[in-house]
């Protein structure tokens, strides 16, 4: 048996990436808004059909500028799932806001609109839709009831870019989107981040808050002959060495998403009969959403078959980690938000999840050792 050991993510490497950093080391101009940054943000909306896209410096920073172009402060309320990673739900409590988490839909893991329609008070000042694994939520009832409740919706699409929902890109159907690039996304910088914006006053205003409050950019662009202080903000722009790399990775987007799906369909053509004996659930994806490739997961009966499901793989070399501990009933949520009813599907969802390797790089011999060791574990 081949016993070298298939991790569960690693990085792409993008075939120009060392070029774009040697050109950026040998220039005078390595911090932000340079060359890369203009590149890579081109490519970006290329891909999203975005009006309005940021480079930041991760997807917490564009969260939480996010925050702060929503104004949220205290006495607001923003409903989050909590099934999901704990950035969001910072960027609210950073803000002074209150997280209201609510449950998910047990077949895809995202938000349950029906338990947000529940959880809407005179304070909801906005709701968090995160994909997850790239899967679209259900957006449907919930741009229903944001028109008619006037609250916004941020999509965290860390996991969703390239991915639609009845067509639209992931990212651009709500009112702020939020990318990541940390290096176990697709799509990758090292760490890194971007904020999509179809508004033009929100774009106005978010330009200015990723750079320390100042008018900057408008500076560079000769809009203005000098730039000073202009609104609140911090320091979200990326250095030119992560636009680089995030640039040679965009250009080579679709090569990435090939190879991940290759990998995931692999999975979901070769493993359908093992899941239906051994009662396990695959990931699902609605016809009406084009997918990511950004997971592979599996529903295990129980949390004690999830647990021995990873030592069996485990001792094949072959790394398969469960997910998110729900927000909801960790110590910073019970402290920072609050729970209006038990999210006993996310807790479910949580003790029985397991996600199993998937990478561009992947060969057959790797894919056939994950489905070996998968095929050969009964539940």
Not at 89 to 106: E, M, P, W, Y
Not at 122 to 139: I, L, R
């Amino acid at each position: 048996m081949n016993t070298d050991a298939i991790p569960f993510n690693k990085p792409f490497r993008a075939p120009g990436e060392l070029d774009n950093l040697g050109e950026v080391l040998a220039s005078s101009h390595v911090h932000g808004d340079g060359r890369f940054t203009n590149a890579a943000t081109a490519k970006l909306k290329q891909i999203t059909q975005a009006p309005h896209a940021l480079l930041t410096t991760s997807c917490t920073h564009a969260l939480e500028l996010g925050g702060l172009l929503l104004e949220l402060q205290p006495g607001d309320e923003v409903i989050l799932p909590s099934f999901t990673f704990p950035s969001p739900a910072s960027s609210v409590a950073l803000r002074g806001a209150t997280c209201v988490f609510v449950d998910i839909d047990d077949s895809t893991g995202n938000i349950d609109p029906a338990a947000v329609a529940e959880a809407i008070t005179e304070k909801t000042k906005a709701v968090v839709v995160m994909h997850y694994g790239g899967v679209a939520a259900d957006m449907g009832p919930l741009l229903d009831l944001a028109a008619e409740h006037c609250f916004a919706i941020v999509e965290d699409n860390a996991h969703g870019l390239g991915g639609s929902w009845q067509g639209r890109p992931l990212g651009t159907i709500g009112t702020i989107g939020a990318l990541s690039f940390h290096d176990t996304k697709n799509v990758h910088a090292g760490e890194g981040g971007a904020l999509l914006l179809s508004d033009d006053i929100l774009m106005m205003r978010a330009e200015i808050m990723r750079e320390k409050g100042t008018d900057r950019a408008r500076f560079l662009r000769g809009e203005v002959d000098k730039y000073g202080w202009q609104d609140i903000g911090s320091s979200y722009l990326p250095s030119e060495l992560n636009a680089a790399v995030l640039d040679a990775q965009l250009a080579s987007f679709d090569v990435i998403q090939a190879g991940r799906h290759r990998v995931w369909d692999s999975y979901a053509r070769e493993l359908p009969e093992w899941a239906q004996r051994n009662s396990v659930r695959q990931t699902s994806v609605p016809a009406d959403r084009e997918h990511t490739a950004h997971l592979f997961y599996l529903r295990m009966p129980t949390e004690e078959t999830r647990d021995s499901f990873i030592g069996h793989m485990r001792q094949r070399g072959i790394a398969t980690p469960f997910h998110y501990v729900p927000l909801g009933t960790s110590p910073a949520g019970s402290k920072m938000g609050r729970t209006p009813k038990p999210c006993v599907r996310s807790a479910e969802f949580s003790e029985t999840v397991v996600r199993l390797p998937i990478w561009p790089a992947m060969t057959d011999d790797h894919i056939a050792r994950v489905l070996d060791g998968v095929t050969a574990f009964v539940a």
